[in-house]
């Protein structure tokens, strides 16, 4: 079995809270600990939004507003995401977002040919196929659905890249199933599979390399503390720097599963210890 170089996604999603200097914090972060890719998430507001939450009051930490404003109160938009296009530039790392509806596919056809579905829209046929249309690589992730909600998404949309994933946030080890991807591997030959961590630690998700994942995706964070959904499920700095040290070092320790060949170290050895 051959190894290619695992792609690690530092997912900054929301976690920048609406400030494009968390934002460009997070990307240095990614591309110092040495990432493939940052991904952020992509929505209009509109849109995504269910009709009887929109007016709905919530507390935030830039004071109460309706559920709709806090929406675009964390979501950029043209400005802001040119300037997060130079500064991965500028930072030698790439960038892509997860899409969730068509208005969405359409704006990051300016920036990217990479784009994902969420575990929430593979459902979506609508939707899927038309980002289909409009990227050159396309991933989605299979938590929160059905066997057959995940064969009727890939085979509707035809997606390059299948991530496995837990959509419990944080997700229990226990509850992992990372055998899935062998059969997520065995049942799509053709396609790259990938696995997108929730879980608390990093073994887990490093483990998912020697099983087959080629991407591997976490959520990053500053600090878990900070306020957004997501950022108690996402890899403080330190934990992202183990993380990516974790999956090189066991990349370059899994070698060929072909016949045994003695190895330039053990010759010593066996020189010394065999008659």
């Known amino acids: 079995m051959t190894f290619m170089k695992t792609k690690i996604i530092a997912e900054i999603g929301i976690n920048h809270n609406g400030s494009l200097t968390l934002a460009k914090k997070l990307v240095d972060l990614a591309a110092v600990a040495g990432c493939d890719y940052v991904k952020f998430q992509k929505r209009n507001p509109d849109v995504c939004v269910p009709e009887d939450q929109k007016m709905k009051m919530r507390e935030t930490p830039w004071g ?99 991530f496995h994933t837990n959509s419990t946030y944080p997700s229990p080890v226990s509850e992992l199933n990372l055998n899935y991807i062998h059969r997520l591997k065995s049942h799509y030959p053709d396609k790259e599979v990938g696995y997108s961590g929730h879980e608390y630690g990093l073994v887990t998700s490093i483990a998912t390399v020697a099983m087959g994942a080629s991407w591997i995706e976490r959520h990053v964070t500053l600090d878990r503390t900070l306020w957004g959904s997501d950022q108690s499920a996402s890899v403080e700095p330190s934990g992202l720097l183990k993380l990516v040290k974790g999956i090189r070092e066991l990349e370059s320790s899994l070698g060929t599963d072909g016949p045994r060949v003695l190895l330039a170290g053990e010759t010593k050895k066996r020189k010394s210890l065999r008659k």
């Open 64 to 162: 109460t507003m309706t559920y709709l404003d806090y929406k675009y109160r964390i979501e950029f938009g043209e400005q802001e995401y040119d300037e997060i296009s130079k500064h991965c530039e500028n930072r030698g790392i790439k960038w892509f977002a997860s899409v969730w509806d068509e208005d969405s596919v359409d704006f990051m056809v300016n920036y990217t040919d990479v784009m994902k579905i969420p575990s929430a829209l593979i459902t979506d046929t609508k939707l899927c196929e038309y980002t289909r249309k409009h990227c050159k690589t396309m991933l989605v992730s299979t938590g929160m659905s059905t066997e057959e909600e995940v064969e009727q998404c890939i085979r509707g949309c035809n997606p390059d890249v299948i």
